[in-house]
């Protein structure tokens, strides 16, 4: 068995243990950070955010041993706790309370004063080698969602998040506290006219824009990109 092949089945033996969704809601997520968001996309996928925890929490401490260089294809389920339309997951992207967008630099640098002795330290390759990252972040407090998902399970399934955004692991995009509360309005795919994600033009009979998009997770893989049209422009759905 490959290592691709063990944590598929891990993967699949961990979603036995995790509850089956079976009350469907629209709601809304708002997540409180205590730093700065760091991002290198326009927006957050909310669907890869859950994907991406209940990966984990069917994974457990395997989770930690997934390596970054392999491609694993964790397959599409039932117990995704949220619904889908028209294959299109009903998951809005990130929706900012401020958009402006800021540079900021990181820097790296080896520092001698806790060497354990005198000896020639190369730093422009190396494990001590110099370096600064920039980092594009917006300073907003909060990251709202739009969803139609089971709350109990979404719930549950967040309290496992521990950022949001690029780099969170040194900081960026720590989440405070969130909250899950149902609406009576579904604007999980579009609301008021306005495409809440990218949505697919084959499914459209009218819209505004149109890009490249990732449409579902994973969002890396190019097999899920197509003609979308872009969020927060007005789009139609054809009849069904």
Request: charged share 30%; glycine share 8%; proline share 6%.
């Amino acid at each position: 068995m490959s290592e691709r092949e063990y944590f598929v089945e891990r993967f699949l033996k961990g979603l036995e243990e995790l509850p089956t969704p079976t009350n469907f809601k629209p709601c809304k997520i708002t997540f409180f950070l205590s730093s700065p968001l760091s991002l290198t996309h326009p927006w957050l996928h909310f669907d890869g955010v859950v994907g991406y925890l209940q990966v984990r929490r069917a994974l457990g401490e395997d989770f930690f041993l997934l390596s970054k260089k392999t491609r694993y294809d964790f397959p599409l389920h039932e117990k995704f706790p949220i619904a889908y339309y028209r294959g299109i997951p009903c998951a809005s992207v990130s929706l900012l309370e401020n958009n402006k967008f800021k540079l900021e630099g990181m820097y790296k640098r080896f520092e001698d004063r806790w060497a354990g002795g005198k000896r020639k330290v190369y730093r422009g390759s190396g494990p001590f080698r110099d370096f600064m990252v920039q980092h594009l972040y917006v300073p907003t407090k909060t990251v709202v969602f739009y969803a139609r998902a089971d709350v109990e399970i979404l719930r549950e399934l967040l309290k496992d998040l521990v950022g949001l955004g690029d780099n969170w692991r040194v900081g960026w995009g720590a989440v405070k506290e969130f909250v899950v509360e149902e609406v009576e309005k579904d604007w999980s795919i579009v609301a008021e006219g306005r495409a809440m994600r990218p949505i697919p033009v084959r499914l459209l009979k009218d819209y505004e824009d149109s890009a490249l998009l990732a449409w579902r997770p994973p969002y890396w893989d190019a097999g899920n990109v197509e003609e979308c049209a872009v969020p927060g422009t007005r789009v139609e759905f054809k009849d069904e």
